[in-house]
């Protein structure tokens, strides 16, 4: 075998071996709320319970110094266990990961942030993800209804409707 050809079949092995890529999702709203009022309705860590259609009840805990929040889930959805790993409430953003939970994923990390837009706010919610017991398409599906229905009931709330 010549030099190439081991070199291409050395090459193929290590693809082979990699992990797949991280899915991506990501998803906005923009909003007549200005961005203080935004990032308000957002509110602290645990406060999801208070905007998330599917979150029922969120309970705060510390794990070696980290944040976490409990998640019961609304319909009998199960709990989900989420960390936070950073909060810049001047930049209106915070970033978490999921520790545990019921969803299709996992080395799930994710980001929720509040812009000024015009008059108004963007709000984007974005994550990383590898899926877990479900195809990439619906492990895709399901973050992207979590996102979207939030950030709905997010600006709604914002600008009081």
């Given at each position: 075998?010549?030099?190439?050809?081991?070199?291409?079949?050395?090459?193929?092995?290590?693809?082979?071996?990699s992990p797949a890529f991280?899915?991506?999702?990501?998803?906005?709203?923009?909003?007549?709320?200005?961005?203080?009022?935004?990032?308000?309705?957002?509110?602290?860590?645990?406060?999801?319970?208070?905007?998330?259609?599917?979150?029922?009840?969120?309970?705060?805990?510390?794990?070696?110094?980290?944040?976490?929040?409990?998640?019961?889930?609304?319909?009998?959805?199960?709990?989900?266990?989420?960390?936070?790993?950073?909060?810049?409430?001047?930049?209106?953003?915070?970033?978490?990961?999921?520790?545990?939970?019921?969803?299709?994923?996992?080395?799930?990390?994710?980001?929720?942030?509040?812009?000024?837009a015009g008059d108004g706010?963007?709000i984007s919610w974005t994550?990383?993800?590898?899926?877990?017991?479900?195809?990439?398409?619906?492990?895709?599906?399901?973050?992207?209804?979590?996102?979207?229905?939030?950030?709905?009931?997010?600006?709604?709330?914002?600008?009081?409707?």
């Amino acid at each position: 075998m010549n030099r190439l050809g081991a070199v291409a079949i050395a090459a193929g092995l290590v693809m082979a071996a990699s992990p797949a890529f991280a899915l991506d999702v990501a998803s906005s709203v923009k909003t007549d709320a200005k961005p203080a009022a935004v990032w308000q309705t957002i509110g602290s860590f645990c406060d999801i319970s208070k905007w998330h259609p599917a979150v029922e009840k969120c309970v705060e805990s510390d794990a070696n110094g980290a944040k976490r929040r409990t998640l019961t889930l609304a319909g009998g959805g199960g709990t989900l266990v989420e960390e936070q790993v950073s909060r810049d409430d001047a930049k209106m953003t915070y970033t978490y990961k999921i520790v545990e939970g019921p969803l299709p994923v996992e080395n799930y990390q994710s980001t929720i942030s509040v812009t000024p837009a015009g008059d108004g706010s963007d709000i984007s919610w974005t994550g990383t993800f590898d899926a877990k017991g479900a195809s990439d398409d619906d492990a895709k599906k399901v973050i992207r209804g979590i996102y979207e229905s939030g950030l709905q009931s997010i600006a709604a709330k914002a600008s009081g409707k």
